[in-house]
């Protein structure tokens, strides 16, 4: 009779277990640390949660090649007994291949390392059958990676890692697809150095590095993706870079790029976001660029553009963000309010020749550049002494684009009003509450919001 508590005992613990699994969704912090490391106090390692050692491999054959396991473990890296296994988005992810009767690693991204991760030459040797590898602020040292390896690899990204990287260390990766480089400083003569010996390249972003020199002349054709934006960058826009008709992004924003913009723009076809924002470019935005279909995003912001803003963009279906501020635009806006309101960002301030016409889009938009007078110049931005006579009824346009108010005399009696009212409330505010304790002491002893049924609520 000794087992049947014992047995009760273990029927509650399996339903508590129950309970508090279903109250706590499967974790995904599969990771565990391996034996060989401790620890560091940097990881943001994950809770432990160690698995039961019998629990069996899940879905492997196999499981990764040991050579390869040692070669992570002599890195330092903090891994799991199958790396395998380690679902992405964790400290260490992986992928591997599905060979017998070891398994290879694919893909590792090694994101928020600690200081004792250390590369070395034979182990990157072990793992030369990766072809991605993501670096995500890992500050180590870069070392010189094994030909295997570079030969493998079809993906490159170090986000913040890897110290400080060269143009010539790079430009080994000859056969990557798709290299991402960002907040990392990269000493080069230029990106040409890196980006020409890559045939294969689909997608080069090289972000905030300080990268300087001028944009390379020739590009791959198959280039999908060009960001080289927050770099020391200098010279004019090439106009090779309008060949490449499969670019869909191309992001030059914030060098010293001067020069015109190239009047062949339209011929990038594939062409959807485009920013060429913060730097020295001067001239006027190229008509040809109304023959791009798809843009989505159009971000000159923040440049020396001059001339009159071209009717065009108003057709262009897809449009969604406009940034054109901070440049020397004069003449009237073309824009009619159905434009103005499909867009999600619309920014036009600091042209101070630019105007719009109160006519057509009503005197309350709000839009950060100054209504025009009749010869299609600006008016001297809206005073207090501004007659706003026409009450236009076109008041719908009320997206936050800029900080540029209308001052109408309308808001004086609202506040007025306002004051009003708030008076009153407090008065009857008040009235309650005395009614409250003086006739209801039970009521007060609520607090002051209590009031009696059938008393009249304060509207607030
Ligand atoms: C899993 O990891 C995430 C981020 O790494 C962390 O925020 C979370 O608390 C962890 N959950 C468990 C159950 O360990
Ligand atoms: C193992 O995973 C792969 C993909 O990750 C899947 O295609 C396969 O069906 C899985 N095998 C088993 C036995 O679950
Ligand atoms: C890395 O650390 C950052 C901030 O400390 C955190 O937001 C991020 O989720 C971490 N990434 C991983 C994969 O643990
Ligand atoms: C690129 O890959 C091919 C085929 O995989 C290989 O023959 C070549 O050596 C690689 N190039 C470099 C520079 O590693
Ligand atoms: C780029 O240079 C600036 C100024 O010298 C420096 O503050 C910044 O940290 C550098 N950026 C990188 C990614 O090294
Ligand atoms: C571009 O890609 C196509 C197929 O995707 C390939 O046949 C062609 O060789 C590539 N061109 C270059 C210059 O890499
Ligand atoms: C271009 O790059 C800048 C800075 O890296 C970024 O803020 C911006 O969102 C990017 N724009 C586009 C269109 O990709
Ligand atoms: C553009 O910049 C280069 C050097 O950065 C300078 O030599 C050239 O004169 C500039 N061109 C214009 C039109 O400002
Ligand atoms: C492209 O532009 C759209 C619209 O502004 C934006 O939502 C999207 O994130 C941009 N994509 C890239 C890769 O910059
Ligand atoms: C625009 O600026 C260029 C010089 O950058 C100048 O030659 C041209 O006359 C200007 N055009 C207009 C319409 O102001
Ligand atoms: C605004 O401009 C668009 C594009 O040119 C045009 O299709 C639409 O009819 C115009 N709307 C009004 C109200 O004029
Ligand atoms: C503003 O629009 C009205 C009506 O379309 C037009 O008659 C007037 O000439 C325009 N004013 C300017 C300065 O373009």
């Known amino acids: 009779m000794a087992l049947k508590p014992s047995l009760l005992y273990l029927l509650l613990l399996s339903s508590a277990a129950v309970i508090s699994s279903l109250s706590h969704p499967p974790t995904t912090n599969v990771t565990t640390i391996s034996p060989t490391h401790s620890p560091s106090a940097h990881t943001p390692s994950p809770a432990p949660t160690p698995k039961k050692p019998t629990t069996p491999i899940s879905n492997s054959t196999s499981t990764l090649d040991p050579k390869q396991l040692r070669a992570l473990q002599s890195l330092n890296i903090p891994i799991s007994k199958d790396p395998c296994s380690v679902r992405p988005h964790v400290f260490t992810a992986t992928a591997c291949d599905s060979s017998k009767p070891f398994r290879h690693l694919l893909s590792l991204t090694l994101s928020n390392c600690s200081d004792d991760v250390a590369l070395s030459l034979t182990a990157l040797k072990s793992l030369s059958t990766l072809n991605t590898i993501q670096f995500i602020n890992c500050p180590i040292s870069p070392i010189r990676f094994p030909s295997e390896l570079t030969s493998n690899l079809r993906s490159f990204t170090c986000i913040n890692s890897l110290n400080k990287l060269t143009g010539i260390w790079l430009s080994r990766l000859q056969n990557v697809s798709d290299l991402t480089v960002s907040r990392v400083s990269i000493t080069a003569s230029g990106p040409s150095i890196i980006l020409n010996s890559m045939k294969f390249l689909h997608s080069v972003t090289l972000s905030h590095t300080n990268l300087t020199g001028y944009l390379p002349k020739h590009c791959h054709s198959n280039l999908t993706t060009i960001d080289l934006s927050g770099n020391n960058l200098k010279g004019k ?17 914030s060098n010293s790029l001067n020069g015109t913009i190239p009047t062949t723009f339209g011929d990038l076809n594939a062409l959807q976001n485009l920013s060429l924002a913060s730097n020295s470019l001067s001239g006027s935005i190229p008509e040809s660029l109304a023959a791009v279909p798809g843009l989505m995003h ?25 940034n054109l501020e901070k440049n020397s635009f004069h ?40 209504p025009c007078d009749k010869h299609g110049l600006p008016l001297s931005p809206p005073s207090a002494k501004d007659s706003s006579d026409d009450d236009s009824s076109d008041s719908s346009n009320d997206e936050d684009y800029s900080n540029v108010e209308e001052k109408h005399h309308s808001h004086g009696p609202s506040k007025i009003v306002l004051g009003v009212a708030i008076g009153l409330s407090s008065i009857i505010f008040l009235i309650v509450f005395l009614f409250s304790n003086r006739f209801a002491p039970e009521m007060g002893k609520m607090g002051s919001v209590g009031y009696m049924p059938g008393q009249i609520k304060p509207d607030f």
């Open 298 to 322: 159009l971000d000159l912001g923040s440049n020396k553009l001059n001339g009159t803003i071209p009717k065009f963009i108003q057709d262009m279906k897809k449009l969604k963000y406009l």
């Open 237 to 253: 826009i090439p106009l090779s870079l309008t060949h490449l008709e499969n670019l869909v992004h191309l992001n030059l924003s």
């Open 331 to 370: 003449g009237v806006l073309p824009f009619n309010a159905t434009f103005i309101k499909r867009l999600e960002v619309l920014k036009l301030g600091e042209n101070s020749n630019l105007c719009y016409n109160q006519s057509i889009l009503g005197s309350k938009v709000k839009l950060g550049i100054s």
